[in-house]
DNA sequence: ATAAATTTTTAGATTTGTCTAAATTATAAT
DNA sequence: ATTATAATTTAGACAAATCTAAAAATTTAT
């Protein structure tokens, strides 16, 4: 299926935002886009009628696997033409966005295959992010526990210590999974316990043990 | 200025069609672009008010100094990535035109430049025909005289023998300038002179020493 | 728990680029 | 020179992507 330049940069702006909150609110797409939040309303529908994303009224969206897929796969394009910008035509690093946004729509699999294979299968772009490769596979970012989080430093979980039923069903009660976003509001000395605000949510004290064992990736 | 891939499109098609017959119908655009011909009158009215061409209504239409320049830079850029796409990428020369349609559009000034140093300021596309530099300028493609047109051959003027008043005002008289389409309706072998049909036109005889004087191009 | 503030959606309008059907103008044929 | 045919334009409609203003739903604060 083809997708027009609009609804890519959609995809890719929830995308992005999904990646430091799993749950991407119309207004944070409006601004991300410079659009009005009514705008983003009209496309979301589309864009749900498209299977590409869950979208509940006033409940935000997320992006579903197809939706996934096809994020990645203009992540892709953008990271290789920002490298052959720089590496092959010469431009400066920060010189090389506006035009990589344009290539990035041109849509031929054929295209990005032999462009990925002509630079040499680069792993990242040249402000270091990671190049996905053909099936949407690229390395992780870095990651730090809760425990070393700063105070009043937002946050979103990215993974958990481990997958054992306990830790599950404690996540599961707190209204903690992947994709949270969070915030510490205060820490006790005495026993290394933090107390964090999730939006819509009270706030919730975590243990120093459930804070070593949750992994953030600050925003 | 900067214009949409549609009116790129047209002024490309536009500049397409008068290189084999200088004023442009409704039709001919239409068959050129797939499209209905009351879409091509409704852009043509836009592309005169950002004053790209000359456009009468029934009368067809002309690129204006600042069309014919757009038209030169949108097929230089078409040209430089079908020879980057075939150089470079390794495709195979007859699979690149629709993906160069796409990269075509992609307008930064900087980045046709830098591909074309970086390509090695290549004459030619992969399919011979010539790359106009930054202003515009190619190779002019190669005539034949109208002497030795073959019969019902339509075939469009390039160029006159000499500038001399006399040749000139005779053509002035039987209404043939550069850009006039015409066909050889007739040969008369008793003098070598032919008979030749131009639209909107009665039938004329051209004598065997004007038909050498004037250059066409097959169309 | 209710009111105030914020967020989101709906309704209606606009621009671009396209279409179909009807009307108009130009060209060709008798 | 009129009529028939062909080309072109006009009128009205539609989809995509956007906007503003108003209405509705949700969240926050008292």
Chains 1, 2 share one sequence.
Do not use: C
Request: glycine content about 4%; overall charge neutral; aromatic content about 8%.
């Amino acid at each position: 299926m083809n997708f027009s330049t609009a609804e890519e940069n959609y995809i890719k702006a929830i995308w992005r935002l999904q990646q430091t909150d799993s749950n991407v609110t119309t207004n944070e797409l409006s601004e991300e886009l410079h659009t009005k939040p009514a705008s983003v309303t009209d496309m979301l529908k589309r864009l749900k009628e498209k299977k590409l994303l869950h979208y509940e009224p006033y409940y935000g969206v997320k992006l579903n696997a197809d939706g996934k897929k096809l994020a990645l796969s203009i992540i892709r394009r953008h990271r290789l033409w920002e490298f052959f910008l720089v590496d092959k035509l010469k431009f400066e690093w920060d010189a090389v966005h506006e035009i990589a946004e344009q290539l990035e729509h041109v849509s031929s699999h054929e295209l990005t295959e032999r462009l990925d294979a002509f630079l040499g299968y680069p792993k990242a772009d040249p402000h270091g992010d990671p190049i996905p490769d053909r099936n949407g596979k690229m390395e992780a970012a870095s990651n730090i526990s809760l425990h070393e989080l700063k105070e009043q430093q937002a946050a979103v979980v990215t993974a958990v210590g481990d997958q054992s039923s306990n830790l599950l069903e404690m996540l599961r009660q707190k209204k903690i999974g992947i994709g949270t976003k969070l915030e510490i509001k205060q820490r006790f000395l005495f026993d290394g316990s933090i107390e964090i605000k999730i939006r819509n949510q009270p706030l919730t004290t975590l243990s120093d043990h459930l804070a070593k064992n949750i992994f953030v990736k600050t925003v």
